[in-house]
Nanobody, 115 residues
Framework: QVQLVESGGGLVQAGGSLTLSCAASGFIFRSNAMGWYRQAPGKQRELVAFITNNDRTTYSDSVKGRFTISRDNAKNTVYLQMNSLKPEDTGVYYC?????????WGQGTQVTVSS
C-alpha cells in the first residue's frame, strides 16, 4: 500500500532554513508527481510546491523564490528546502501523491517559525 513518511520539521527562527523529506513506498515513485501542502491553524490546507515526474516544478506565490522542491528517484524521496522562513510559514506540512484519481497523504510534520 502507498505510504508517505515526512520528516525534518521543527522550530526555527525567522530567516532560518529547514529541509523536509518525504519517503514514499508502495508505488512506482519515479512515474508519479509529488506535492507538498501545508495547513496553518484555522486555515485550509494549501498547495506549497509540486513536482512532476519530469521534474517540472510549481510553487505558490507565497513561497516562490524561498522554497525549492526536488526529488531523488533512487531514494524514492521528495524534498522541500525552505529558506528565509517567515512566521506565516508555520503549519503542518504534508507530503502528497496524487495517483489514479485519488490523493495519498503522509501524517504531516510540524514547522514552527518564531519571530
Amino acid at each position: 500500500q502507498v505510504q508517505l513518511v515526512e520528516s525534518g520539521g521543527g522550530l526555527v527562527q525567522a530567516g532560518g532554513s529547514l529541509t523536509l523529506s518525504c519517503a514514499a513506498s508502495g508505488f512506482i515513485f519515479r512515474s508519479n508527481a509529488m506535492g507538498w501542502y501545508r495547513q496553518a491553524p484555522g486555515k485550509q490546507r494549501e498547495l506549497v510546491a509540486f513536482i512532476t515526474n519530469n521534474d517540472r516544478t510549481t510553487y505558490s506565490d507565497s513561497v516562490k523564490g524561498r522554497f525549492t522542491i526536488s526529488r531523488d528517484n533512487a531514494k524514492n524521496t521528495v524534498y522541500l528546502q525552505m529558506n528565509s522562513l517567515k512566521p506565516e510559514d508555520t503549519g503542518v506540512y504534508y507530503c502528497n501523491a496524487p495517483r489514479l484519481g485519488r490523493d495519498y497523504w503522509g501524517q504531516g510534520t510540524q514547522v514552527t517559525v518564531s519571530s
